[in-house]
């Protein structure tokens, strides 16, 4: 075993995105294999099944459960209106009638004569999946959604909050450093997604929210900022689904660190072009990672790729990135990969890997203790 | 069979151990692992078996695969004569489960659920305040792995288990894996409303029915339903996983959920000593306590308590302050709570500094305490009983609750887990342990080697002497004998708390004083025995009544006799500067970190 695996996020200027797009439940799909589309068109349509009702029929009628379909008015499957009638008693004193109204508008689901219960279904709710990003429908997969390909700038970020949205990338900082500051947020952000440096404080966030800013990507920012976006502390990285009105990605980490230059200077390349991005991040086997998207225009999948994901080992002269402290956020070059354990200062023994900084210093970090940065 | 195989497919990584018998006597010899391969871009988990057993190929010399199938049986250094695992691989077996009444058959059908090594994901019961609608929006969208529906003792409510039935074929949920196939539901309730049950469930799901878990308010019968949920995880949820028919045929005997397994061992290692144990595992994701109290075994999981993918949950339920507890020295809340959000990004970071290493084992003492509070109140004895009580009973029960843990019976603490076992220091371990769940008079203190607790327990279902001989020689490592004041015991620092009389295995007798708010190590090595006579303050308690002495035997271990006046429970100084000072004291006597 020569070479280590490491985990790292991938950050290509130009390569494949395959974009699976895909429905809850089984349903329709409305667009052809090679069919180019725009990220707001919609792919797929289905219906979700309606919310379930449960009345209890005997108590309200004041009859035995057994009895219930003999005081029904609808059977099951049928449809009712809201306040509908849907079972009376019938006794001799016309007084003495109780009736049982629909409180949805639906259907009768289950008449129950155990429990005495009667279920109605709400109808069945239309959702659709757009397309995402700008792309060519290169497969559908029957009834339940399509692939679109496209080729594009693609930067996986280290974690976000806020699921999918689209819109034109601007930067409102100069430098990886800057901090994105509220007065760096402007009106003409409006329905812009953009480019911050190192840092974001919680009120700027909140301005974002005001001027209608649809995404921030930003070096790091502090967990208790977090919890206030949220409104509770975040115990399980599983996100993507949250109602914050913008998406938020990290692209280094929680504190402050300056987005890695590398990914600047592409997102900086790139400004002005429309981006598709997505908070979601699940922290567990089967990983997933924010993801920044932007297409290159005539999206074509067949489009010259330039970047492949590297699928092997560190190995000398690979650029790193340390995300442990006491070196948290530093990026340099592997100067040395020794094969033997070394015992580090905690005294676990541990395999290690030694870094050149631009400036000439040396460090040694546990191998677990960094990422690689693709070149 | 003399040389045998085993694996763990656990959520990040399968680990393969190498058994063999020499000169008689079954030791682990080899052990090798790699990342799980049940995700894209692999979807096979028998990749990363095969990675596994390559690397043990690598390290012993012996011949295991020929291509990718097993050799069988072993001949010399060539082949093995069996294959075992356990998986947790893809989140484990995820279950909801249904009963009438919350604290009743519920609470029974919970712990079925858990001692057969589930993560229960909800727990639906009649009066647990929902709604309908929403108890069937939830049972929709969770998407467990199986359902156990029980409810009513036999003869006993037919409507409220029926109405549980009705809500889970609205809901019409689906399996977690698998499209297509009918999501599996147990009905382990009362045996009168099989056959409505039946009625509404059999078109809708697979559903298979077992014996009541509570066929009596005042019995529990777990059994039937743990096999049934074991035998539904082979068929269904492991049948569907990706690659798992392939490791089904290549294993000798039934795959089991690694916890199920651990539970077993556990309990073997109860039953042989006539011991009352809990043990504890605590990793990434999850973290499963175990306790065993005469013939009543538990199991919980803390599904969300753990080192690295739950490291910031254990922030969200411990809560800040409590973590800051154990923390001896200055840091800033919000440089804290960076760097255990950006462990949770990174789960597979390790600490580099002693201080890093300080803050993550102040975390794992919460996780533990947390998980092991959470046991203690579902490891309870059974609620709904009718029993009389004298009035000192009824404020036993008050103070106490009715858990089934009780410190000052336990005869042994076993720890497992990355946290545990692959502290630098072995005094760590024991620190952690000691700290988290705070034992009570004489407690023994052990940790999982190298973790192979799981391999053991599959292998324990085939060939008992095996797993015994190894379990003994190189999994369990005694670190030594907890001495404590038993719950309630509370004093000043520096008060006079206990006076002791040791006489070691050569004979030799030591006496000795220990004021309150103390911690003591006396060395005694692995495999030696002491003899130790306690006689505390008239304040005081270890476990015979305040004041009372207390003489009994004490085993060693690689960190030896702690003897703990810190009270229980413990108690730390208000101010940050007292507080860093006592910790300081803690860990410079049991030599837990490098001066």
Not at chain 1, 137 to 150: A, P, S
Not at chain 1, 181 to 207: Q, S
Not at chain 2, 224 to 231: G, L
Request: aromatic share 4%; glycine share 10%; charged share 25%.
């Amino acid at each position: 075993m020569t070479h280590a695996y490491t985990p790292g996020l991938r950050i290509a200027e130009k390569t494949k995105v395959a974009s699976h797009r895909v429905l809850p439940l089984l349903g329709d799909v409305v667009v052809k294999k090679g069919d180019v589309l725009r990220a707001e068109d919609v792919v797929a349509r289905t219906h979700l099944p309606g919310k379930v009702h449960a009345i209890n029929a005997v108590n309200r009628l004041g009859i035995q459960p057994k009895d219930l379909r003999e005081y029904m008015l609808k059977k099951e499957g049928d449809p009712v209106q809201k306040d509908e009638i849907i079972a009376e008693t019938k006794p001799w004193v016309k007084m003495l009638k109780a009736v049982l109204l629909s409180p949805i508008t639906g259907t009768i689901e289950t008449i129950s004569t155990v429990t005495g219960q009667i279920l109605l279904r709400e109808p069945p709710k239309p959702i659709q999946v757009s397309a995402y990003v700008d792309g060519t429908v290169t497969e559908i997969l029957e009834k339940e959604g399509v692939v679109i390909e496209t080729t594009a700038t693609l930067i996986q970020g280290i974690f976000g909050v806020g699921g999918e949205t689209v819109g034109e990338l601007v930067l409102a900082v100069d430098k990886p450093e800057d901090t994105l500051a509220d007065d760096r947020i402007l009106p003409a952000h409006k329905d812009k997604i953009i480019v911050g440096g190192a840092f974001v404080r919680h009120d700027a966030l909140e301005k974002a929210r005001r001027v209608g800013v649809r995404g921030i990507i930003i070096g790091g920012f502090n967990d208790e900022d977090l919890k206030k976006l949220l409104g509770y502390d975040l115990g399980v990285a599983i996100t993507g689904s949250e109602e914050i009105g913008l998406t938020l990605i990290l692209t280094e980490g929680f504190g402050q660190i300056p987005i890695a230059q590398k990914t600047f200077d592409l997102l900086q390349s790139r400004a002005g072009a429309k981006a598709s991005i997505n908070g979601a991040t699940q922290i567990r086997a089967g990983v997933v990672r924010p993801e920044i998207v932007i297409p290159y225009e005539t999206s074509k999948p067949s489009g010259a790729e330039t970047d492949k994901p590297a699928d092997r080992g560190m190995e000398i002269g690979d650029t790193v990135r340390v995300i442990r402290v006491p070196y948290f956020g530093k990026i340099g070059r592997i100067k040395a990969l020794p094969f033997s354990p070394q015992t580090i200062e905690t005294e676990a023994s541990v395999r290690i890997l030694e870094i050149e900084f631009s400036d000439g210093s040396t460090i040694v970090v546990p191998r677990a203790n960094v990422e690689m940065i693709e070149r | 069979m003399d040389v045998i195989i085993a694996t763990d497919c656990g959520s990040t990584t399968t680990k393969a151990i190498l058994i063999e018998k020499k000169d008689g006597v079954y030791r682990q010899t080899f052990r090798g692992e790699s990342p799980t391969t049940v995700e894209a871009p692999f979807e096979d988990v028998t990749r990363g078996v095969l990675n596994a057993f390559a690397e043990v190929e690598e390290l012993s010399g012996r011949k295991i695969l020929d291509g990718e199938k097993i050799i069988t049986p072993a001949r010399g250094n060539v082949g093995v004569d069996i294959y075992l695992s356990t998986s947790s691989a893809g989140g484990g077996l995820q279950m909801m489960v249904a009963g009438a009444v919350k604290t009743m058959t519920a609470e029974s059908a919970q712990r079925a659920a858990l001692g057969a090594g589930a993560i229960v994901m909800d727990v639906i019961a009649s009066n647990d305040r929902r709604l309908p609608h929403e108890k069937i929006d939830r049972i929709r969208h969770l998407r467990p792995d199986m359902i156990l529906l029980s409810g009513g003792t036999d003869g006993g409510t037919v409507t409220h288990v029926v109405e549980l039935a009705e809500y889970i074929s609205a809901a019409n949920p689906r399996p977690r894996l698998g499209m297509t196939f009918q999501l599996p539901v147990i009905y382990a309730g009362n045996k009168d409303a099989r056959e409505k049950i039946r009625e509404i469930l059999n078109s809708k799901t697979a559903l298979s029915v077992t014996e009541n878990i509570r066929p009596t308010l005042e019995r529990e019968n777990l059994f039937p339903a743990r096999q049934e949920i074991q035998k539904l995880f082979l068929e269904h949820v492991m049948a569907q996983a990706p690659g798992y028919k392939k490791l089904m045929s290549w294993t000798g005997a039934p795959i089991m959920p690694t916890p199920g397994a651990v539970g077993l061992i556990m309990q073997a290692i109860a039953k042989k000593g006539t011991i009352n144990v809990v043990g504890v595992d605590i990793g990434g994701a999850t973290t499963d306590v175990f306790s065993v109290y005469g013939e009543i075994f538990n199991r919980t999981v803390s599904a969300n308590l753990g080192m690295s993918y739950s490291i910031s949950n254990v922030l969200a339920e411990a809560g800040l302050e409590n973590i800051l507890r154990w923390v001896p020295f200055d840091i800033e809340e919000s440089d804290l709570r960076n760097r255990i959000k950006n462990k949770m990004i990174r789960p597979t970071t390790i600490p580099q500094t002693v201080e890093e290493l300080k803050i993550e084992q102040a975390i794992s003492r919460e996780a533990l305490r947390v998980s092991f509070c959470q046991h203690k109140s579902l490891a309870v004895g059974l609620k709904g009983v009718q029993r009389e009580r004298d009035i000192s009973e009824a404020f036993k029960q008050e103070m106490e609750g009715e858990t089934l843990v009780d410190m000052l019976q336990l005869d042994l603490l076993v720890g497992s887990g990355g946290v545990l076992s692959h502290a630098p220091r072995r005094s760590q371990a024991m620190l952690m342990m000691i700290d988290a769940f705070q034992p009570e008079g004489i407690t023994r203190i052990a940790v999982d080697s190298i973790f192979m607790m799981p391999h053991l327990g599959v292998l324990s279902t085939v060939n008992e002497q095996a797993a015994t001989e190894v379990f003994e020689k190189d999994c369990l490592i005694h670190l030594g004998t907890c001495v404590s004041l038993a719950k309630g015991s509370i004093g000043k620092p520096k008060e006079k708390c206990i006076s002791y009389k040791i006489t070691m295995p050569d004979g030799k007798k030591t006496e000795d004083s220990l004021p309150y708010g103390e911690l003591r190590v006396l060395p005694l090595g692995i495999d030696q025995m002491a003899e130790i006579e306690i006689l505390p303050a008239k304040n005081f308690d270890v476990g015979a009544g305040k004041g009372k002495p207390m003489t009994k035997k004490v085993f060693g271990g690689v960190v030896g006799i702690v003897i703990d006046t810190r009270g229980r429970p413990i108690t730390l100084a208000k101010d940050k500067t007292s507080r860093g000072e006592q910790l300081q004291r803690w860990t410079k006597a049991i030599e837990a970190y490098p001066a």
